[in-house]
C-alpha cells in the first residue's frame, strides 16, 4: 500500500465515522417524549458530534494533503466544489448552528418539569431546518467524490 493509497483509506474511514453519525443526530432526539429522555438524547447528540468533528477533520487534512500529492485534483471541477462545499459545511457549525443551538441547551437545563415546553419544538425545528441543509451539502460532498462527474 502507497502512502497515497494509505490517505485514501483514512478518508473513507473518516467519511464513515465522522459524517455517518451526523446524518442520524437529529433523528435521536426526535423520539423524546419527555425532558428526561430530550435531555438524555442530547448527551448522546453530543458525543456523537465528537465523532463528526474528528471525521470532519480527518477528511479535510486527508483530502487537501491529497490534493498536495497530487496538484492536478485542483483542477478537478468535483475536486474543487467538494472542497468548497465541505468547507462551507465546516463553516455552518460556528456561523450557523452554534447561534441557533444555544437557546436550546439553555432550554434544556433552565426548563424545570418533565413535559418538554412548546418554546423547544420552535427552537428545534429551527435548528434542525439548518442541519438538513448541511446534511444535504455533506451528501452532495459524497455523491461527488464517489462519481467524479467532471
Known amino acids: 500500500m502507497t502512502f497515497y493509497e494509505l490517505l485514501i483509506f483514512i478518508h473513507v474511514f473518516s467519511a464513515i465515522l465522522g459524517l455517518g453519525p451526523g446524518f442520524v443526530m437529529i433523528y435521536i432526539v426526535t423520539k423524546a417524549e419527555t425532558m428526561t429522555e430530550l435531555r ?22 486527508t483530502g487537501l494533503w491529497m490534493g498536495a500529492l497530487n496538484p492536478s485534483l485542483f483542477n478537478q471541477g468535483w475536486y474543487v466544489l467538494s472542497l468548497v462545499l465541505f468547507l462551507i459545511g465546516l463553516a455552518f457549525g460556528p456561523i450557523v448552528l452554534s447561534p441557533r443551538s444555544k437557546p ?7 426548563h424545570q418539569g418533565d413535559d418538554i415546553p412548546d418554546a423547544y419544538y420552535v427552537l428545534a425545528k429551527r435548528l434542525f431546518f439548518y442541519e438538513r441543509i448541511e446534511n444535504v451539502i455533506f451528501l452532495i460532498v459524497i455523491a461527488l ?6
Do not use: S
Open 40 to 61: 438524555h438524547a442530547y448527551i448522546i447528540r453530543n458525543r456523537l458530534h465528537i465523532f463528526v468533528m474528528v471525521g470532519g477533520t480527518l477528511l479535510l487534512i
Open 104 to 110: 436550546v441547551k439553555n432550554l434544556l437545563t433552565e
Open 145 to 150: 467524490m464517489i462519481l467524479k462527474p467532471f
